[in-house]
Antibody
């Protein structure tokens, strides 16, 4: 069974860059789309964007100017960076795998990592 | 405010059926067959229950079914069981973007 695990700092200062990594185990990162989703406290889910194993990306238009995703096939992991963070970026961040050859449905998710933006 | 509208809560007794709605617009739910539903037990990883409106991934019980009419998608859970108690989220393709609902807390009475 494929497993995903988010890792990264739980506290980030305003105006700095949030960085998270998703480690994929018991499965290959090849031939799949990989997404990041977040959930601010008390709110619904928000799709941040995806990266294909080849490096192709697409981001939520509302976050596009601040988001960068990358993939490291040698380590079977992919990463998220969100720049110029504010308190509004405080959320639980999830990584997830696209189902089959799609990126629209997400079949495996990590348990989530809480990132708090505060000075 | 989430892009898709779900009722905050739903409930039913064991063995009963419950339906959760997910209302979007002609820019998302109404225009595409790419509606998904996720089950989320707090503290655990969300689980894909339905994709492409009504398809079930392998391993998902056939008690879970999905449908769509116009701008509204629905998830029906039949034969409710205690383990079905969880948060349920819908999502839809919205043209180079995915939008989610705010979630519905399903309580098994």
């Amino acid at each position: 069974q494929v497993q995903l695990q988010e890792s990264g700092p739980g506290l980030v200062k305003p105006s700095e860059t949030l960085s998270l990594t998703c480690i994929v185990s018991s499965g290959s990162i090849s031939n799949h789309y990989w997404s990041w989703i977040r959930q601010p406290p008390g709110k619904g889910l928000e799709w941040i964007g995806y990266i294909y194993y080849s490096g192709t990306t697409d981001y939520n238009p509302s976050l596009k100017t601040r988001v960068t995703m990358s993939v490291d096939m040698s380590k079977n992991q992919f990463s998220l960076k969100v720049s110029s963070v504010t308190a509004a970026d405080t959320a639980v961040y999830y990584c997830a795998r696209g189902y089959g050859y799609s990126w629209v449905a997400l079949d495996y998710w990590g348990q989530g990592a809480l990132v708090t933006v505060s000075s | 405010q989430s892009a898709l509208t779900q009722p905050p809560s739903a409930s039913g007794s064991p063995g009963q059926s419950v339906t959760i709605s997910c209302t979007g617009t002609s820019s998302d739910v109404g225009s595409y067959k790419y509606v998904s539903w996720y089950q989320h037990h707090p503290g655990k990883a969300p689980k894909l229950m339905i994709y492409e409106v009504s398809k079930r991934p392998s391993g998902v019980p056939d008690r879970f079914s999905g449908s769509k009419s116009g701008n509204t998608a629905s998830l029906t859970v039949s034969g409710l069981q205690a383990e079905d108690e969880a948060d349920y989220y819908c999502s839809s393709y919205a043209g180079s973007n995915i939008v989610f609902g705010g979630g519905t807390k399903l309580t098994v009475l």
